[in-house]
Structures are given as structure tokens and as C-alpha cells.
């Protein structure tokens, strides 16, 4: 918990971002939609709203908001999708009220930190659903070959495997699947209702 304020009424915590989750596992994909979840909590009687700012595909600061939401002690869960622009551009995530911004983060790519990884647009972004698809990992691995990306032929690939217990962490929103290129999803797998629903506006 962070201090209160001293604006917060006794009884009342100041807003804050707790976590932020970028992307499919911190990897997005410059100059597409991308998905961002961020945990708030605080407990104020004001509505507050998350507000991604980014760099469109132009290099132009862009505020994406959400809609107005009321904050307790039990920390939420807020999904918004915003469009990531040039590589290693920031991200900054706001929580606001009336105009004045209650708290931030901002994130942004660098050797140490892993919380936020971009690609080009010619990466493929492979998602595994279900049992472990052996094929398209090892594919991933050749592809990845210091050889093979320097000799032009082959696009960079980037497998990620999602077993059940993980579709919570896919979005809702069908356009933060922008960066998606394939979904494979293994014969025993049933996928859930949400889940299915995007899928199909996907394909």
C-alpha cells in the first residue's frame, strides 16, 4: 500500500498501480494493437480512469482511456488495448480523476529490464493453446539462429505456449490480437465460450 495522501479524507487510500502486464507476456509488437492489463486499488469515493499514453506508429504522444471505474481496497484487474509505435518508444500508465493524474508508471525497453520487449511487424507471433506443440517451438529455435536472421531468409518467429490454467491471461478484446499470426490449438483442448468468441472474430 502506498501513503496517503494528504487531499484523501481519513479512511481513504491513496490510488495506485500495482502491476502492469504489457502485451503477450511483455512482448509487443511495434506499430499494432496491443493488449495491456493494469491492477489498481486505493480507496477513494472520486472515479478514476486508466489512461495508457503511447506513440502512434508516427512518433505522436496518444492517450488511450478507459471508462470511469470506482476503486476499493480489493485490487481490479483494468483491460485496455492501445496501438505501440516505434521500437523501444515508452509506455506510460496513469491513473487520473478530474484531469489531474493520480498516479504513473512508465515503462520502457532497455538491456535489464524485461517488462516490456517490441518486435518489428515481420516477427510471427505463434500461440500454442493446449498440450505443447513440439514442431513449431523447435521452428521458433532454427528461426532464431544468428545465421539464419542474418542471412535474410527467414522471419524472426516467437512461440509462446498457453495451457489452460493460462487462457486468463489472453485478452477479451479482439483487436489485441493484432499481433497474432497463428493460433494453434491442440485436439484435446477445449477452449472456453470468452475465449472461443474472440477467436472467431479474430479469424
Same mark, same amino acid.
Given at each position: 500500500?502506498?501513503?496517503?495522501?494528504?487531499?484523501?479524507?481519513?479512511?481513504?487510500?491513496?490510488?495506485?498501480?500495482?502491476?502492469?502486464?504489457?502485451?503477450?507476456?511483455?512482448?509487443?509488437?511495434?506499430?499494432?494493437?496491443?493488449?495491456?492489463? =493494469?491492477?489498481?486499488? *486505493?480507496?477513494? $469515493?472520486? +472515479? &478514476?480512469? %486508466?489512461?495508457? /499514453? !503511447?506513440?502512434?506508429?508516427?512518433?505522436? @504522444?496518444?492517450?488511450?482511456?478507459?471508462?470511469?471505474?470506482?476503486?476499493?481496497?480489493?485490487?481490479?484487474?483494468?483491460?485496455? =488495448?492501445?496501438?505501440? *509505435?516505434?521500437? $523501444?518508444? +515508452? &509506455?506510460? %500508465?496513469?491513473? /487520473? !480523476?478530474?484531469?489531474?493524474?493520480?498516479? @504513473?508508471?512508465?515503462?520502457?525497453?532497455?538491456?535489464?529490464?524485461?517488462?516490456?520487449?517490441?518486435?518489428?511487424?515481420?516477427?510471427?507471433?505463434?500461440?500454442?493453446?493446449?498440450?505443447?506443440? &513440439?514442431?513449431?517451438?523447435?521452428? !521458433?529455435?532454427?528461426?532464431?539462429?544468428?545465421?539464419?536472421?542474418?542471412?535474410?531468409?527467414?522471419?524472426?518467429?516467437?512461440?509462446?505456449?498457453?495451457?489452460?490454467?493460462?487462457?486468463?491471461?489472453?485478452?477479451?478484446?479482439?483487436?489485441?490480437?493484432?499481433?497474432?499470426?497463428?493460433?494453434?490449438?491442440?485436439?484435446?483442448?477445449?477452449?472456453?465460450?470468452?475465449?472461443?468468441?474472440?477467436?472467431?472474430?479474430?479469424?
Amino acid at each position: 500500500w502506498g501513503p496517503i495522501s494528504p487531499w484523501l479524507p481519513a479512511g481513504q487510500s491513496a490510488p495506485q498501480i500495482e502491476s502492469v502486464r504489457v502485451g503477450f507476456r511483455n512482448l509487443v509488437e511495434a506499430g499494432r494493437w496491443n493488449p495491456i492489463r =493494469v491492477r489498481v486499488s *486505493g480507496e477513494i $469515493k472520486t +472515479p &478514476v480512469a %486508466v489512461r495508457i /499514453v !503511447a506513440a502512434d506508429v508516427e512518433g505522436r @504522444s496518444v492517450r488511450h482511456a478507459g471508462p470511469p471505474i470506482t476503486l476499493s481496497a480489493t485490487p481490479q484487474d483494468i483491460s485496455l =488495448v492501445y496501438q505501440h *509505435g516505434p521500437l $523501444k518508444s +515508452p &509506455v506510460i %500508465v496513469e491513473l /487520473v !480523476a478530474d484531469g489531474q493524474v493520480l498516479a @504513473s508508471q512508465r515503462m520502457r525497453e532497455t538491456v535489464e529490464d524485461s517488462v516490456l520487449t517490441t518486435v518489428r511487424q515481420n516477427t510471427d507471433l505463434v500461440l500454442c493453446l493446449g498440450e505443447r506443440q &513440439v514442431g513449431f517451438e523447435e521452428a !521458433a529455435r532454427l528461426a532464431g539462429d544468428p545465421a539464419a536472421l542474418k542471412s535474410g531468409h527467414v522471419d524472426p518467429l516467437i512461440v509462446q505456449h498457453y495451457t489452460p490454467e493460462q487462457f486468463n491471461e489472453l485478452p477479451g478484446d479482439v483487436r489485441a490480437w493484432d499481433s497474432v499470426d497463428v493460433v494453434v490449438i491442440s485436439a484435446r483442448c477445449e477452449i472456453p465460450p470468452e475465449l472461443g468468441s474472440v477467436l472467431n472474430q479474430w479469424v
